[in-house]
């Protein structure tokens, strides 16, 4: 009876736990609304990547790109607010209440995690191109039959695109693209004469000597030879052109789960491996607290806004 007794009540104990050990071992859902091989993908991959050893959760990156990034967004916004499905995003979130009718509502539905990274933007010309330089650009503009074509990303660099358009006064094409990778592709194929584009996105293809960067919006500690060229805002001081990557939740999500989280994160971004693979492609990691961030977007949201507004770019 002894054995019997303790028998059950190693059963009774092995019952018990079964729920605690599935709770620790989550399957994590981190959505990217842009498609495989661009630079919020390459990131995602990385902290999903470092995010098990750290959670003890199995962690997947779901792409879900379209829309304008508005189809990876909505995934989110529709999910269950458990805490299991991320979404993790850079500066559009900014500008898609300005620009997009939208069938939920931003910010409310969604709440700022944590941001990850501060985000650096080059504008880049084919290889062959004759340009090198943004005055160059604008003096191509001015000359060329039927001016330029700039391949556009969704974010930064469709906005980019729009007020390059208004700087040279109409003679730029933005010609839209799903997401980095492909408008890319499109940019080294010579199909457009420049793109606005996420640093961390273009360095291997500069690398490999199949396109040229010509600015960059910040140069503090990027590799040389990148630190020596030209800023944006020196040539154009009008222009606006900063980001920020970051995680956000269902707004919904338990108060409990958020600062879990907060804490998650902060602990891969401060794994100084991830610090330098973020900064050797051009991003600065940030973390901070979910008020942190918000104050970022609201920040970005204000600066986005008024370019928006003062374009027409705005929900007609």
Known sequence: MRWAGIALAGVLAAVAMAPAAAQESRMMRMVTPAPPGGNLDNTARLLTSRLPAVTGDTWMVDNRPGGNTV????????????GRTVLYHATAMAMIPWTHKLSFSLPDDLLPVV??????YAVVVPIASAVTSLRALEEAAASREGG????????????????FRARVR???????????????????????D???????????MVEAGRVRIIGVSATQNLPPPYARLAVINDVWPEFVIEGFSGIFVPA????ARVRELVRDFNRVLADPEVAKVMRDSGQEPVGGTSDDFSRVLRR????????????????K
């Open 170 to 192: 109409g003679r730029s094409t933005t010609i839209p693209y799903a997401g980095v990778a492909p408008a890319l592709q499109a940019t080294v194929a010579g199909l457009g």
């Open 115 to 120: 941001q990850v990274s501060t985000e650096r």
């Open 300 to 315: 970005a949201s204000q600066r986005y806004g008024e370019v928006i507004q003062r374009l027409a770019l705005g929900v």
């Open 252 to 255: 919904a999500t338990p108060a």
């Open 148 to 163: 330029l074509n700039c391949i556009a990303a969704p974010g930064v660099s469709n906005m980019a695109c729009e007020q």
């Open 71 to 82: 189809i990876g967004i909505e995934a989110v916004v529709r999910a269950q607010p458990d």
């Open 194 to 204: 420049v793109m606005f584009c996420n640093f961390e996105a273009v360095t291997r």
